[in-house]
């Protein structure tokens, strides 16, 4: 049966949002099937044998009447249009009960068609669940209108849930949660037990390796929330590394260091890529193995870039008159990509300052950082010899 609306909302400028894949199915705990029977039962897509051969007229003509643009329903999931239920009319009322406007709700419609094929029971309990980590339901309706799909399509509720309730007794604040909803709803696909053992590991590793409990927290909140995307890796490169670093030598309190510095980036580490980088490090420099570990522990970047990359950076460095000491004495610097380092050499030019005598400490760094030192150089070349208002001699 299909549910309409009778009014009209007016038209909008539309923007399509682009962010990480949603979790591509409607499903849920056989506990809940009765519950959520509209997800399971009609949200397939048009590989259904049964799908029927014409576009559902009631659908087109409600979805016209909210201002919705067809063709572009038509374009990038015209499938939906041929399902024989939908839910036009409820989906669009419960989105105004929460303050949607009328404009809000056509574009939400027009980007994520999805929803209307979403039963209006499992949309209100995903009112509530999104609600229990947003301070307001203004908060939860303007998430919504920036990422309807990440609302709309889930994988299994019930998951997502108890992925919720676990961030939440780690320490992770609600506005971390529920930007994690929105940005990366693929790490709630995960099931909280995959997600637990990751987390477990990694507060293991540090704890092993002589960090405390309170600066074990600090860590993984910051880790999470600068890259939640950790938890759709397996652990066990992880340990692989750990592990690998302290055979080449490190100390665990040393590892513990990279461990901090190295965040997200752990992740995509292996013993054999570590030691790729590390035996290219050695060459290049010509360093001992202690030299070899300072440099790491001042760039941890030399262990996670790879070898085509860092010999990119180092030759562009090179070209532009930069010592291979120079680098040596300021590793970080290879964190900058060739055209970064091409253009911060050329503002310093600008101002008289040669990047060969100089320190690569005014080249180096984040864009605020940069700007900073730029503006100190800069200031100083500006600065007077002498103070014109002050008197030349002064008499006792």
Not at 117 to 139: F, H
Not at 209 to 232: C, T, Y
Not at 353 to 380: D, M, V
Request: proline residues 5%.
């Amino acid at each position: 049966m299909v549910r309409g609306i009778g009014h009209g909302i007016p038209d909008m400028f539309r923007m399509l949002l682009m962010r990480s894949q949603p979790c591509p199915l409607f499903s849920y705990k056989k506990i809940e099937a009765s519950k959520y029977e509209p997800f399971l039962k009609y949200f397939t897509s048009t590989t259904d044998k049964q799908q029927p051969k014409h576009e559902n007229n009631a659908t087109v003509g409600n979805l016209c009447r909210l201002s919705v643009d067809i063709r572009k329903i038509r374009r990038i999931k015209g499938w939906v249009l041929f399902k024989e239920e939908t839910y036009v009319e409820e989906i669009a009322n419960i989105l105004q009960k929460i303050g949607t406007n009328e404009t809000a709700i056509a574009s939400i419609l027009e980007r994520c068609p999805e929803a209307i094929l979403c039963s209006p029971a499992a949309v209100n309990a995903q009112i509530d669940l999104w609600q229990s980590v947003c301070r307001n339901k203004k908060e939860l309706v303007a998430l919504i209108e920036q990422f309807p799909e990440s609302f709309f399509i889930v994988k299994d509720q019930e998951n997502q849930k108890l992925n919720i309730n676990f961030f939440q007794e780690l320490g992770l604040k609600n506005v971390i949660i529920s930007r994690f909803l929105t940005t990366a709803p693929n790490i709630f696909c995960n099931s909280v037990e995959k997600n637990k053992q990751t987390i477990k590991m990694l507060q293991e590793s540090y704890l092993n390796l002589g960090g405390s409990q309170a600066n074990m927290r600090v860590w993984l909140l910051k880790l999470l929330s600068q890259d939640p995307f950790i938890l759709l890796n397996s652990s066990t490169p992880v340990k692989e590394t750990l592990e690998f670093l302290q055979k080449q030598g490190f100390t665990d309190l040393e590892v513990l260091q990279l461990l901090s510095k190295l965040k997200g980036f752990l992740f995509q580490l292996s013993p054999t890529s570590v030691q790729e980088s590390i035996f290219f490090t050695k060459n290049t420099f010509k360093c001992t193995d202690q030299d070899l570990k300072e440099l790491i522990l001042k760039c941890p970047a030399l262990l996670y870039y790879t070898v085509p990359v860092l010999e990119e950076r180092i030759q562009g460095l090179l070209k532009e008159g930069v010592s291979l000491s120079q680098i040596r004495d300021t590793p970080m610097v290879l964190e900058l990509t060739p055209q970064i380092v091409q253009f911060r050499i050329r503002k310093l030019n600008a101002l008289g300052y040669s990047i060969r005598n100089g320190n690569l400490e005014n080249l180096n760094g984040t864009k605020k950082e940069f700007e900073f030192n730029f503006g100190k150089i800069q200031a100083k070349k500006e600065r007077p010899i002498f103070n014109p208002v002050a008197p030349l001699n002064v008499e006792e």
